[in-house]
């Protein structure tokens, strides 16, 4: 497993790994637990969204580690059920000096796509002191 390079609680929690930060790529995996589930049984949509929205900031990050992004817009198409272990992988489609545009694919252990997202984020320098907030 790699590091995120800053500390991201909420990820944490969700138990999200990553497994690939490199030129442009991201790969996290997540198995959701039984409280991220919805009532049919399945990955709650919102779990899927953290996993995609995390996915792709990790590939618009990979070509600049010192840098973090916030995410200023994301589109989430579902395409069917998202169930047991899952795989997330992001792709830097563009960059600007400020924007990073995405997309990200999530699969299930099967390697059926199950959801798909593209996601725009905003470059953030880092303050010095460990991992304080972002600033423009």
């Known amino acids: 497993m790699l590091s995120f390079g800053a500390d991201i609680p909420f990820v944490t ?3 999200m790994t990553l497994h690939k930060m490199e030129g442009g790529e991201s790969e996290l995996h997540y198995t959701p637990q039984p409280s991220h ?4 049984g399945v990955t ?3 779990a899927s ?16 580690f010192e840098m973090g992004v916030v995410t200023i817009e ?11 272990p899952l795989v997330g992988k992001g792709v830097l489609l563009h960059r600007t000096g400020t924007m ?12 059926r796509l199950c ?4 996601g725009t984020f905003k470059y953030m320098k880092r303050k010095p002191e460990s991992n304080g907030p972002a600033t423009d």
């Open 13 to 15: 929690e969700l138990g």
């Open 37 to 40: 589930l919805n009532s049919f």
């Open 44 to 46: 709650h949509g919102g």
């Open 49 to 64: 969204m953290a996993l995609l929205d995390v996915t792709m900031a990790v590939a618009a990050r990979s070509v600049d």
């Open 74 to 84: 994301m589109k989430t198409s579902f395409m069917q059920a998202a169930r047991g």
């Open 100 to 111: 990073a545009f995405t997309e990200g694919r999530i699969y299930d252990a099967q390697g």
């Open 115 to 118: 959801v798909h997202a593209t």
